[in-house]
């Protein structure tokens, strides 16, 4: 049996009244995403719940089959692993956006998209400010990096599970008084945040980006600390052996924990100009060397933070065009298959930030029993009886039973 998971980051949205009260998913031209859902089923899943963060980090484990209320231990050491970080038992992983606030507001949460080099740069400087061989600052993808704290017995990190801090992209155009870091260790994140002020306010970098027009970034945001999680393989779980398609290191970190490659695909930027294509015919060439192909987009989810859903219905027909119709002709022809679409979580324009609640999913294939939807989108998932809440057993629904 050949599988193929399409992940559109974040496209569950709500009605907007500029669409004639209809959402992104009910606007855009997907004839492919439509005739899966017609040769199979629809449903609603809910992969965030309540008492954890409606983020990618919590609903992605859901969707590929993990418990987050089991697994999930926080967002940045996900992301270590994509990066290859060790953490030790007594080690700590810490998301660090380089980010754009004015007068207390969130400006940008990317700082303008900052280029990978010039936010190293940056990073650089204020490891350097800071000088303590514990506190270690990694590079990412643009604005996305890490921080690792390392500790040990004789020198604990003074994090806990009682830590709280708040996502960057969920402050988009408030004010962040009242969001910073707080509970246990959280004046050794403040502190940071405040030195970063410093060392960024008149780097040569700032001034270049200022210079030219771009946004500066003003200093860094520090959250989704965590250890790394103990996942069971997927092969282990479900006995087919997985590959991850991905521009983002959150991705690429759960695939790597759950003991799956990924492939690199030239041209995916994690951005609304991603090559779709080029991830379309990656995927369908991995369909000769493993049993699940796991195809996510980032660009749904973008265009939601930049309250644009003329971008985001644009995302959905390119991620139709280019990755869902190949790969779903593509399984037909290669005997008994699958193919599940499905978001992680909603992501409204109208809020520009990820929310709690239930999302959409299609699949179809090989034992499926059809339905009577006509179209994958929320209002189709929503009149169907099939509902998993939680969503993670899905995937033991879609996986069949070696």
């Known amino acids: 049996m050949k599988y193929a998971i399409v992940i559109p980051d974040g496209c569950a949205d709500e009605p907007i009244p500029a669409l004639g009260d209809r959402t992104p998913l009910e606007v855009a031209h997907l004839p492919a995403m439509d005739a899966v859902a017609r040769a199979g089923q629809v449903g609603l899943a809910r992969h965030t719940p309540e008492s954890l963060p409606a983020g990618s980090e919590v609903a992605n484990l859901s969707l590929l089959g993990y418990d987050p209320m089991t697994y999930f231990t926080g967002r940045a050491p996900l992301e270590a692993a994509a990066q290859g970080l060790k953490l030790g038992p007594h080690d700590w992983a810490v998301r660090c956006n380089l980010v754009t606030i004015i007068d207390q507001v969130m400006v940008d ?6 280029s990978s080099e010039e936010a190293r740069g940056l990073l650089a400087s204020l490891e350097q400010s800071v ?11 643009s604005y996305r990096n890490l921080l690792l704290v390392r500790g040990s017995a004789e020198r604990p990190v003074p994090f806990s599970n009682e830590t709280r801090t708040r996502a960057p992209h969920d402050l988009t155009d408030l004010s962040v008084v009242d969001d910073f870091p707080r509970g246990p260790g959280s004046g050794l994140l403040v502190d940071l945040m405040a030195e970063s002020l410093g060392v960024f306010q008149d780097h040569p970098i700032n001034r270049q980006r200022l210079a030219a027009g771009k946004s500066t970034a ?24 997985g590959v991850m398609i991905t521009a983002v ?3 690429r970190g759960i695939a790597a924990l759950v003991g799956w490659p990924r492939i690199e695909v030239p041209g995916a930027t994690g951005y609304l100009d991603t090559d779709y294509a080029a991830k379309g015919r990656a995927a369908v060439a991995a369909l000769q060397d493993y049993d699940v192909v796991c195809v996510h987009i980032e660009a749904p989810d973008e265009a939601s933070h930049e309250g644009r859903p003329d971008a985001k219905i644009e995302a959905l027909e390119q991620i139709d065009r280019h990755i869902v119709a190949p790969l779903w002709s593509a399984l037909q022809a290669s005997g008994p298959h699958r193919m599940l679409i499905s978001p992680d979580h909603p992501t409204p324009c109208r809020t520009k930030k990820h929310t709690h609640g239930m999302v959409p999913f299609a699949v179809a294939g090989t034992g499926v029993v059809c339905d009577a939807a006509n ?3 929320e209002r189709a998932a929503a009149a169907s009886a099939r509902c998993f809440d939680p969503g993670w057993p899905l995937m033991d629904q879609f996986i069949v039973p070696k």
């Open 109 to 114: 949460f990317t700082a303008g998209h900052i």
């Open 375 to 377: 179209s994958y989108d």
């Open 249 to 251: 290191d959150l991705l």
């Open 218 to 241: 003003t200093g860094v945001w520090l959250w989704g600390l965590g250890r790394t999680p103990a996942l069971p393989s997927f092969a282990e779980r479900f006995g087919a052996r």
């Open 131 to 141: 000088s303590d061989p514990s506190l270690e600052f990694h590079g990412g993808v």
